[in-house]
C-alpha cells in the first residue's frame, strides 16, 4: 500500500485536502485491539480471527466519521493474494475509494444541517444512511479468498522478498 496507492500524488492530494490521517500500529503479541471505535468493529473482529495476540501483517485503510461510529471508506482485507486487485495496491481504486468516503461525509453532513428537519426526522435519516453506508463499504472491501494453488510458502517467500519477513523475525526476538 506505501508503495503504490499511498505514494501516489494524487491520493496524497486527497488525503491532504480531506483528511486528517492516523497510523495505528498494532505491535506484534498486542493484547488487545487497540481501538474500541464503533466504525472499526470489522477490522477488530479481523484480527480477533485472524489469532487476536499472534496476528502479524494486518493492512488496511479506513475512513472513519469524526464521530468514529461509521467507516465510510476501506480498503478492504488486503491480504497477499489480493495484490493484483484490492483496493489497497491500486491508486485509482484507492483514489475512488477517498472519493466515495469524501461523498459519504458530506451526505451525512447534509443530512445533520438539514434545517427542514426536526431532531427525530434526522436521527431517523441519520440511522438509514448509516445502514446504507455500512452495506456499501462491506461489499466494496470485501475479503477475496486465496486463489487456486496460492500457498504459505509462495507467499513467504513474498513476504521476505520484501523484508517483511524480517521485520516479523526481529519483533518475535524484542518479545520475552
Known amino acids: 500500500m506505501r508503495a503504490v496507492a499511498l505514494s501516489d500524488k494524487n491520493v496524497q492530494k486527497k488525503i491532504t485536502d480531506n483528511f486528517i490521517p492516523l497510523k495505528i500500529e498494532i505491535p506484534y503479541r498486542t493484547e488487545k485491539f487497540p481501538l474500541d471505535w464503533p466504525s472499526l468493529k470489522m477490522w477488530r473482529d479481523t484480527w480477533v480471527r485472524m489469532g487476536g495476540v499472534e496476528t502479524t501483517g494486518l493492512t488496511a485503510c479506513s475512513v472513519v466519521s469524526p464521530d468514529l461510529q461509521t467507516e465510510y471508506g476501506s480498503t478492504g482485507s488486503a491480504m497477499v493474494w489480493e ?6 495496491y491500486d491508486a485509482v481504486k484507492f483514489g475512488a475509494m477517498l472519493d466515495r468516503a469524501k461523498n459519504r461525509a458530506e451526505e451525512e ?10 431532531e427525530a426526522e434526522k436521527e431517523k435519516k441519520l440511522a438509514a444512511f448509516r445502514k446504507r453506508v455500512v452495506k456499501d463499504v462491506a461489499k466494496e472491501g470485501k475479503f477475496h479468498l486465496p486463489p487456486k494453488g496460492f500457498t504459505i510458502e509462495g507467499a513467504t517467500k513474498l513476504f521476505e522478498s520484501t ?5 516479523l523475525e526481529k519483533q518475535k526476538k ?3
Open 163 to 167: 523484508g517483511d519477513i524480517e521485520w
Open 83 to 88: 495484490l493484483f486487485d484490492s483496493i489497497a
Open 174 to 176: 524484542k518479545q520475552p
Open 109 to 118: 453532513k447534509d443530512i445533520r444541517d438539514d434545517p427542514k428537519l426536526n
